[in-house]
């Protein structure tokens, strides 16, 4: 018998801008204002059927890395302990739908991570990945600024009906990472993003992809839409997308549009490709040095 996982990735453009005519809006109000729109989203895809929801990185707001401004500090939340976790985890217990909740994480007193907490489908508090890699780039990436670098290293979760692991954006451009989490187990790699429009753009159709050939597992990708004010850095391009462990896209979202994408993922079709492109096998780690020195 076939083990089908059905999992969603919800893309959403940001509800409130951060500024109005030049003046800045609270960031409750703009924090509320996409949970509220989440919310619905996350209990259709449940309804219709999804065992994993995955939101977009910092789901509950603006891409807000675009400017160099303390303000957001007060984004951030207690993992799991924060208002925005506790939501999220009443609403995984209430639908039975395990959630993959990416947001503005406080550690203590001047101390934030970009993180992705996960929640099982009985509201279990699982853990939390921390970004490991951190961008520091225009046109507005500037994620240094903001953050520590992840000190959670390359966790998998165990849902009891599959493993899954979480990398955030970024992190996709290194392979160390995924690598880390197929070889520990992960059926499925989520990667919650926020991609712009340009140049580097044809990147978000081949390292997710790569990700899930070179390590013999699903990923979803998933990625915000729209162009976000003040800032105007560029368009989130969406485009959320499954891909299998043979590089094939499973489903597709649009370039601008709010959406719910789903696919059901067959976690027999790993040992399958597995068996025929046993990259785990040939690996050479005592060849493999000079990775890992500074």
């Not at 030049?22 to 619905?40: N, Q, T, Y």
């Not at 207690?78 to 993959?100: N, S, Y």
């Not at 070889?183 to 978000?204: D, R």
Request: proline share 6%; with cysteine; charged share 20%.
């Amino acid at each position: 018998m076939a083990r089908v996982v059905r999992c969603s990735l919800i893309q959403t453009s940001n509800e409130v801008a951060a500024a109005v005519g030049g003046e800045e809006v609270a960031i409750g109000e703009i924090k509320r204002a996409m949970v509220a729109k989440h919310v619905p989203m996350i209990r259709q895809a449940a309804a219709e059927g999804a065992q994993i929801v995955c939101l977009q990185e910092f789901f509950n707001g603006p891409y807000f890395c675009a400017e160099r401004s303390q303000r957001w500090q007060s984004k951030a939340e207690r993992i799991p302990d924060g208002p925005t976790m506790q939501t999220m985890m009443a609403l995984a217990r209430e639908m039975r739908v395990a959630l993959v909740v990416p947001i503005h994480e406080t550690a203590g007193e001047g101390v934030f991570y970009n993180s992705a907490a996960v929640i099982a489908r009985d509201g279990t508090f699982l853990g939390t990945y921390r970004k490991a890699h951190l961008p520091n780039a225009a046109p507005g990436f500037w994620e240094k600024y903001h953050f520590h670098p992840g000190d959670s290293g390359f966790p998998v979760f165990d849902l009891g009906f599959c493993k899954i692991g979480v990398y955030l954006c970024y992190d996709r451009h290194f392979p160390e990472g995924a690598r880390v989490m197929g070889l520990n187990g992960a059926q499925i790699i989520f990667n919650p993003s926020a991609v712009i429009a340009g140049p580097n753009e044809f990147l978000w159709k081949i390292e997710p992809l790569a990700m899930a050939v070179a390590n013999g597992c699903f990923v979803g990708a998933v990625n915000r839409v729209g162009a976000e004010q003040p800032w105007n850095i560029g368009e989130f391009l969406g485009q959320s997308y499954f891909c299998n462990p043979r590089g094939k896209i499973l489903a597709e979202g649009s370039r601008d549009q709010d959406e719910i994408v789903t696919a059901d993922l067959d976690l027999d079709l790993i040992d399958e490709v597995r068996r025929v492109w046993p990259f785990d096998r040939d690996r050479r780690p005592d060849l493999y040095g000079d990775i890992v020195k500074a």
